[in-house]
């Protein structure tokens, strides 16, 4: 693992790209709406459930990580939560997700929503579990 000296920031890759600052994880949930938070919470939890990870807040997301960043949640709206996991494979046939991007030939990000805690399905937490997995290397 190296840290970037600046931000104290953990990659797998040395001298890794990455916005160099520092966000807090307090920041990025100011102002949020009790549902959102909510549900922020519910999925934080769920993901301790499956393993150890950090939390890595950005200006605009907030990653986790384990050996690498396995998801992230990018945005908490009024009402919902919208977050990925990473994958070494496309699942296009859930309907977990609503929407897949090709970042390499080996790396691809699933999108998802939530927008009630009954949205965090047995099926999508597999999903996180195998998203950790990927993030851990294995």
Request: hydrophobic share 35%.
């Amino acid at each position: 693992m190296w840290t970037c000296p600046k931000c104290q920031q953990k990659f797998v890759n040395t001298n890794q790209w990455h916005s160099c600052g520092q966000n807090t994880t307090e920041n990025f949930l100011s102002g949020k709406t009790e549902t959102s938070l909510e549900l922020y919470h519910c999925l934080i939890e769920a993901f301790k459930k499956i393993g150890d990870f950090e939390l890595h807040p950005a200006k605009t997301r907030i990653a986790l990580n384990n050996k690498m960043r396995f998801a992230s949640i990018n945005r908490l709206g009024k009402d919902f939560l919208d977050g990925h996991l990473v994958f070494t494979e496309k699942f296009r046939n859930s309907l977990c997700f609503h929407k897949i991007d090709e970042v390499t030939k080996t790396s691809y990000v699933h999108h998802f929503k939530l927008y009630s805690k009954s949205d965090l399905t047995n099926e999508l937490k597999g999903y996180m579990r195998m998203a950790y997995q990927a993030g851990a290397r294995k």
